[in-house]
């Protein structure tokens, strides 16, 4: 029920997309080497979407569905090896949780190369257990080739499904019984050579650096993270967990000692892929991420349920309805599951288009989509709607000045801004002052701006604003009244940076009083004159604890203002979430010019914002903030 929630409306993640993107080639030659190559994946499940498309078209439910059914397999082969290993008792617990957790769910719900590795690494695990372990089977060649099959089907999946199907044969090799030895070896043998042709792939595939230019080098942080994620952040999930373990430990299993292989192979099988994985992201390339250890993950279930003994069928299902309602509550309203997941970028930015435009009819609009045309072209298709887009990927902004110059050639009413990001916004606003629509989600942000106050006003989304009071500058601002001036035709007021002042109008304040959650984004903007060519001043913003910078990086005024113009606004934003560290009570936020080369200009307004940002961006993999807009 949790997994077919929705369906067959359940939408593509943007990975969906890309992988739908790279579906619709005319020959298997271009598919792999304009579809799977470059991807960073091995080809299985590529090939497959290639196919599975031909078959019954690309609706996301028909994409969907074999992982969907995949997911709810996996149930069941988590029980089965469970009950294999130890007995039925670790089996429904361990069961119990793939069932309900948002790590399994989601990814049963993904048409992409984890739930499928999990699948197959579990199939490979039984086939193994039964070839090794199970004295009562006769049909051990039955088993071997079962173990073969799926553990080839590990390798072509998934790197890291691959790395578990290694480490699944290497564990084989202590435990077999030496005169089948020579057969379990052959049968490895053929595992490596049905895996030959997909080498020059893989070469390939290492050499361009997979997805260490996005993905951040793990911390010491990353595995108390991986925790808390699987457990839903939830006190509740987490008392369950302590819970269930020590039950484990007071009705422990008599079969204690006779377990112990089993218990071992859990504990290095889990922890394995993960030190490799760590260790190749800190030193190598960054590669670890949560999705990744999902092949391994029910072995940490079965290594904190070994424990306990087989209990009688009565306390199995009140142990596992409890696992069943705490994590279905904790899915649905502690992680908003079905309100994050069910609203994915690429759709919700073109419902939201749509949407729009339908509401401002009268007005002209430009959309402004920053997602690939093709994307975009999908959920177009799907809706019946053709739309004229600027597409950001096209666009080739090179800098603020070339971005402006776009903006100031518009002659349109309205602009949409999907995805566009927050240091844009910014300038946009110079030129649509007012916005008429706004929704955030996971991994996007929809805006959309209009020249002309219109009747429907939405509320700000600034939670904090000050801007420098030139004649009676308070606190957090800092100025040298002395190189304050005063228009004597308009009577406005400027802060004069003379050849001699390198710095003279500032902000600084504790960050944390003003946040309402980590997700806010900070905002500086300053409007200066006078600027002549070859300035090298700078707008800086710092975030500094007990007096060093944590963070520091400035704007030259050159990014924003050309050698043909003397004045304009320079501006800076960034998330509070993306700084990369915790926020404390002493972490003090700082602005400022720096007028390194002691030029000579006019600074006429100096603004610093914060505004509530998107506590919903990485929703399906952080904590949800408690306040948030």
């Known amino acids: 029920m949790i997994r077919f929630y929705g369906f067959p409306h359940i939408p593509f993640m943007y ?42 078209g690309d609706s996301e439910a028909f994409f969907k569905l074999p992982f969907l059914l995949m997911g709810l397999l996996s149930i069941w082969l988590v029980f089965r090896v469970a009950a294999c290993w130890f007995n039925c008792t670790v089996g429904y617990l361990s069961a119990a949780m793939v069932s309900c957790l948002q790590y399994t ?61 290694f480490i699944t044969g290497a564990t084989g090799l202590f435990f077999i019984e030496r005169d089948r030895r020579y057969q379990y070896l052959i049968a490895n043998s053929i595992i490596v050579i049905l895996f030959l042709p997909h080498v020059s792939i893989t070469l390939f595939q290492f050499g361009i650096g997979g997805v260490g230019g996005w993905l951040p080098k793990p911390g010491p942080e990353f595995f108390s993270n991986y925790l808390d994620y699987i457990l839903h952040f939830s006190t509740w999930m987490k008392c369950l967990m302590a819970c269930l373990i020590i039950t484990a430990f007071i009705f422990h299993s008599p079969a204690l000692q006779s377990q112990f292989k089993y218990r071992v192979i859990a504990l290095c099988w889990f922890l394995l892929p993960f030190f490799i994985g760590y260790y190749y992201s800190v030193y190598r390339n960054a590669v670890l991420q949560y999705s990744v250890l999902i092949f391994t993950f029910p072995y940490l279930l079965y290594f904190c349920f070994s424990w306990i003994r087989e209990l009688p069928m009565k306390y199995n299902w009140l142990m596992v309805l409890m696992i069943l ?4 509550y904790t899915l649905a309203a502690e992680r908003k599951h079905f309100d994050i997941f069910y609203h994915q970028p690429i759709e919700e930015l073109v419902q939201n288009t749509v949407s729009t435009i339908d509401a401002e009819k009268g007005m ?4 402004l989509m920053n997602e690939p045309r093709k994307y975009a072209g999908y959920y177009l298709r799907k809706y019946h709607h053709e739309i004229a887009m600027d597409y950001w990927p096209e666009m080739n902004f090179t800098s603020y000045i070339s971005f402006r110059n776009y903006l100031s050639a518009l002659n349109t009413d309205c602009l949409i801004a999907a995805n566009i990001p927050t240091d844009y916004l910014i300038l946009i606003q110079k030129y649509y002052p007012y916005e008429i629509s706004r929704q955030k989600g996971f991994t996007y942000q929809f805006h959309a701006f209009s020249k002309k106050q219109l009747n429907d006003r939405l509320p700000s989304d600034v939670v904090y604003q000050q801007t420098l009071n030139l004649l009676q500058p308070a606190a957090p601002w800092s100025v040298h009244l002395a190189q304050v001036e005063t228009d004597s035709i308009t009577r406005a007021q400027s802060f004069h940076f003379m050849p001699a002042v390198e710095f003279g109008a500032g902000f600084e304040a504790p960050l944390l009083p003003l946040l309402t959650n980590n997700y806010n984004v900070v905002n500086v903007s300053a409007d200066v004159s006078g600027v002549s060519p070859g300035n090298n001043a700078s707008l800086v913003v710092s975030f500094d604890e007990d007096g060093k910078a944590l963070f520091w990086q400035e ?41 390194k080369e002691k030029d000579d200009f006019l600074l006429h307004d100096f603004t610093v914002s914060l505004d509530a940002g998107n506590p919903w961006i990485y929703g399906l993999i952080e904590p949800i903030p408690k306040q948030h807009p």
């Open 364 to 367: 002209t609009c430009t959309v």
């Open 325 to 328: 309602l705490i994590g279905t």
């Open 15 to 56: 990975d969906e997309v890309s992988a739908w993107a790279r579906t619709g080639y005319a020959n298997f030659h271009d598919l792999i080497d304009k579809g799977v190559k470059g991807d960073g994946h091995p080809a299985l499940i590529q090939v497959f979407l290639f196919y599975w498309r031909m078959v019954g």
């Open 555 to 595: 704007k030259p005024f050159s990014y924003f203002i050309d050698s043909s113009e003397s004045s304009g606004t320079v501006f800076y934003s960034i998330s509070v979430r993306d700084l990369g560290f915790p926020v404390t009570d002493k972490l003090m936020l700082r602005a400022y010019i720096w007028n």
């Open 105 to 165: 769910v989601m990814y049963s719900q993904i048409a992409r190369p984890y739930i499928s590795g999990l699948f197959f690494s579990l199939m490979m695990v039984w086939c193994w257990s039964n070839y090794l372990f199970n004295k009562q089977h006769n049909h051990t060649l039955r088993w071997l080739s079962g173990f073969v099959l799926f553990a080839v089907l590990c390798c072509y999946n998934h790197y890291f499904s691959l790395l578990f199907a």
